[in-house]
């Protein structure tokens, strides 16, 4: 079978290097891929939100699955362009990718099938946002409703910075046409966590939870990066599992009765206070880097159970997981997620122990291998313990260099 696989950063290698894992794999393209991906894969130069010609290329080389990573295709459109090709491909509709396209669209439906999330009001207008400020305590939080690269949510400690960020969405537009609506919710407390489900038709099953890390420095100090570490699975109290389950009965309850057909991955942001999960966001598409550790772990065919998740026959049995913890630490480029500089070369992989995963996440080759990203490999370690993983995954951290390289020293410690 013929896979294609779209994106290029650690999410795509790690779906990539699983899924060659298949003896029903034979040959895995990969849009754009990475400085790794090379070495498995053949990548292929067609840009993530280029639809029309990813859809000719699968056509042509008769791909039996593509497996979509990023989130812009599918709220673009790609997975009801490609069936309406007759393609089979992994990933919800664009109807159902509004719940990461739109803050709004994922509030409405989380109010009105009473998912517990932050109290919110939405605004097309800066007049009528500025007017209902008063309606808010601080600190309160304001977020563009539309993709921004994860740039689009601003939490305000005061009137005065609720009031700039509002100028900047609506008169400055920082964030163009996705900032034409803005949300305002109230500032949640609590632990962060998230839970990525496969979903086939419009049905649930949670994988296993993974802890992401998004803050640039120890501690969780400096400001949020796409996430710079992960570990799995994280236990959950037994009041915590019954909530997280509520809430997935709710959700299944709501994508029925709005007569969606969600089908993929969908991936939930909660805030977690007392073991009460609120919801923050829903994203349409695996994490990054939850895949990363998440597929070491995965102990069944990849491809098997993207298939029948689009074909409907999954069932909870076939979802398998190691009992073994993963831990990702993942290098990047100086100066991230602000500037950085590209092109720095990278030393050290052959050096690393054979049971250690190096998944590349911003990397490219020109004759050596060099840094193409703020986010650039994924030092990732299998162990028996949290521990082992851990330390396994920091001692061949140490092995690999290039200039200017950073990487949280904190990563599953807490
Ligand atoms: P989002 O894209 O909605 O997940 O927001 C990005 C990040 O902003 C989240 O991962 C949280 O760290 C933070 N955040 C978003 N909404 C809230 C909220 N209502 N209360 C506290 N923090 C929030
Ligand atoms: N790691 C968070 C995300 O993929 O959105």
Same mark, same amino acid.
């Given at each position: 079978m013929k896979v294609l696989v779209i994106g290029n950063g650690g999410r795509e290698y790690a779906l990539c290097w699983k899924l060659n894992e298949?003896?029903?794999? $034979?040959k895995i393209f990969v849009a754009k891929g990475n400085g790794g991906t090379l070495s498995f894969c053949e990548n292929i130069d +067609?840009? =993530?939100? $280029?639809i029309d010609k990813l859809c000719e290329f699968a056509e042509s080389e008769h791909i039996d699955l593509t497996v979509v990573g990023p989130e812009d295709p599918l709220c673009d459109g790609i997975v009801d362009k490609f069936r309406e090709n007759g393609l089979k491909i992994f990933g919800p509709d664009r109807e159902c990718a509004q719940f990461e396209k739109s803050k709004e669209f994922t509030k409405k439906f989380l109010e009105k099938y009473n998912i517990p999330t932050a109290k919110y009001m939405s605004f097309t207008d800066y007049e009528n946002a500025i007017n209902s400020l008063e309606k808010f305590s601080y600190p309160l939080v304001v977020k563009? $409703?539309?993709?921004?690269?994860?740039?689009?949510v601003i939490i305000c400690q005061n009137s005065e910075e609720a009031k700039n960020a509002l100028y900047k969405i609506f008169?400055?537009? =920082?964030?163009?046409? *996705?900032?034409?609506k803005v949300v305002i919710e109230e500032f949640l407390t609590g632990e962060e966590a998230s839970l990525l489900c496969l979903v086939s038709n419009n049905k649930l099953y949670p994988l296993e939870r993974a802890k992401d890390h998004?803050? +640039?420095?120890?501690?969780?100090?400096?400001p949020n990066t796409g996430g710079v570490g992960t570990y799995s699975p994280v236990k959950a109290s037994k009041e915590l599992e019954n909530n997280l389950k509520e809430v997935c009965n709710k959700i299944e309850e709501g994508l029925n009765k709005e007569k969606l057909n969600y089908s993929g991955i969908l991936f939930i942001g909660f805030m977690i206070e007392n073991d009460k999960p609120r919801v923050l966001e829903f994203n349409v598409r695996f994490g990054d880097p939850e895949t990363e550790v998440l597929m070491p772990r995965l102990d069944c065919d990849l491809f098997e159970i993207l298939n029948k998740t689009i074909d409907g026959s999954? *069932?909870?049995?076939d979802i398998r997981w190691k009992d073994d913890y993963c831990l990702t630490v993942i290098m990047c480029s100086g100066g991230y997620p602000s500037s950085y500089e590209k092109g720095k070369l990278i030393k050290g +992989? *052959?050096?690393?122990?054979?049971? +250690?995963l190096v998944f590349h996440n911003g990397t490219k080759v020109d004759k050596n291998l060099l840094t193409n990203g703020g986010r650039v490999l994924s030092i990732t370690a299998l162990g028996k313990t949290l521990k082992e993983a851990r330390e396994k995954a920091y001692k061949d951290v140490e092995k690999i260099s290039f200039e200017d390289a950073y990487y949280r020293k904190d990563i599953g410690v807490k």
């Open positions: 298949s003896p029903k794999v $034979d +067609i840009d =993530v939100k $280029d563009a $409703d539309g993709l921004c690269l994860g740039k689009g008169k400055d537009r =920082v964030f163009g046409s *996705e900032g034409d998004k803050q +640039i420095y120890d501690g969780d100090k400096g999954l *069932e909870a049995k +992989i *052959e050096n690393v122990e054979d049971d +250690i």
